[in-house]
């Protein structure tokens, strides 16, 4: 019984290897590398260019199946620019206050920042892009804290990073 258990599961592997199915990566085969361009910015918010580009160089280098080299050097370079930038409420924390004119003062506990980003590939010396002009979001929450402002740039961080995982996904999968 174990020996036609064996003999199946070999005959089933060598039908997989013969269907065409590969494990790896789904890019494209000329293309080995990718370099990062600077990001563009075009939010108020302060050093969101810089960290989506630290970002971007870590989620393909966690990727793998692009080697990440100098923008000048790559096979193809991703040019990315920050878009949007939205905070909004999600949950209220009640807090009692005597000094207040009212019984009680309902302030944001927990918010949500949400990211915009536009990107494209393209290869250098090509008229037309690798990947067209596309959009990528990013979503995370973060709470009130001691520092609203760390909380907040804490908050666009994780974004950010949302945004650089969908980005890489799209550019490594287009194909």
């Given at each position: 019984?174990?020996?036609?258990?064996?003999?199946?599961?070999?005959?089933?592997?060598?039908?997989l290897?013969?269907?065409?199915?590969?494990?790896?990566?789904?890019?494209?085969?000329?293309?080995?590398?990718?370099?990062?361009?600077?990001?563009?910015?075009?939010?108020?918010?302060?050093?969101?260019a810089?960290?989506?580009?630290?970002?971007?160089?870590?989620?393909?280098?966690?990727?793998?199946?692009?080697?990440?080299?100098d923008?000048?050097?790559?096979?193809?370079?991703?040019?990315?620019?920050?878009?949007?930038?939205?905070?909004?409420?999600?949950?209220?924390?009640?807090?009692?206050?005597?000094?207040?004119?009212y019984?009680?003062?309902f302030?944001?506990?927990?918010?949500?920042?949400?990211?915009?980003?536009?990107?494209?590939?393209?290869?250098?010396?090509?008229?037309?892009?690798?990947?067209?002009?596309?959009?990528?979001?990013g979503?995370?929450?973060?709470?009130?804290?001691?520092?609203?402002q760390?909380?907040r740039?804490?908050?666009?961080?994780?974004?950010l990073?949302?945004?650089?995982?969908?980005?890489?996904?799209?550019?490594?999968?287009?194909?």
């Amino acid at each position: 019984m174990k020996f036609l258990s064996r003999i199946s599961a070999v005959f089933l592997l060598l039908l997989l290897c013969g269907c065409g199915y590969h494990v790896g990566s789904m890019m494209h085969p000329q293309v080995k590398s990718i370099g990062v361009a600077p990001v563009v910015n075009d939010t108020a918010f302060f050093n969101c260019a810089s960290v989506l580009r630290s970002m971007l160089s870590e989620t393909f280098m966690t990727d793998g199946s692009l080697k990440l080299k100098d923008f000048k050097k790559a096979d193809c370079v991703i040019y990315a620019r920050v878009t949007g930038i939205t905070f909004s409420e999600v949950s209220i924390a009640d807090s009692t206050d005597e000094r207040s004119t009212y019984n009680s003062e309902f302030t944001p506990n927990q918010w949500r920042v949400a990211v915009d980003v536009q990107f494209s590939v393209e290869i250098p010396g090509r008229a037309k892009s690798l990947v067209s002009l596309r959009k990528a979001t990013g979503e995370a929450k973060f709470e009130n804290g001691v520092d609203m402002q760390t909380a907040r740039e804490n908050g666009v961080r994780q974004a950010l990073y949302q945004a650089a995982r969908n980005i890489t996904a799209q550019v490594t999968e287009a194909w």
